[in-house]
């Protein structure tokens, strides 16, 4: 049974940082596609970084580019969103996810997300 983690969200102010963790389970970690995704009250679901380490595939979003970085520790299964110079913009769930195809695909499975407030 896949099972993802996330923690380390919470109240930060604009210029702060940030790390989010998901802990991750019942999945080989480098067969599936994993990314983070971030919803913003009355917004849609938007994807923030994602990356197929099989196929050397990598994806972070314009809107966080400089800013935040997507890193992981196989040994561990545990993957990281690392968030600098966060903006009141970046305020959102934060959800990690993985699947066996590509980010984001109707097989994706989803963690339970991470509040992340970030105050001017």
């Known amino acids: 049974e896949v099972q993802l983690v996330e923690s380390g969200g919470g109240l930060v102010q604009a210029g702060g940082s940030l790390r989010l963790s998901c802990a991750t389970s019942?999945?080989?970690?480098?067969?599936?596609?994993i990314g983070w995704f971030r919803q913003a009250p009355g917004k849609e679901r938007e994807g923030v970084s994602c990356?197929?380490?099989?196929?050397?595939?990598?994806y972070i979003a314009d809107s966080v580019k400089g800013r935040f970085t997507m890193s992981s520790d196989n040994a561990k299964n545990t993957v990281y969103l690392e968030m600098n110079s966060v903006k009141p913009e970046d305020t959102a769930v934060y959800y990690c996810?993985?699947?066996?195809?590509?980010?984001?695909?109707?097989?994706?499975?989803w963690g339970q997300g991470t509040q992340v407030t970030v105050s001017s």
């Open positions: 019942g999945f080989n970690f480098d067969d599936y596609a």
């Open positions: 996810a993985v699947s066996p195809a590509a980010c984001g695909t109707p097989d994706t499975y």
């Open positions: 990356t197929i380490t099989s196929e050397g595939y990598t």
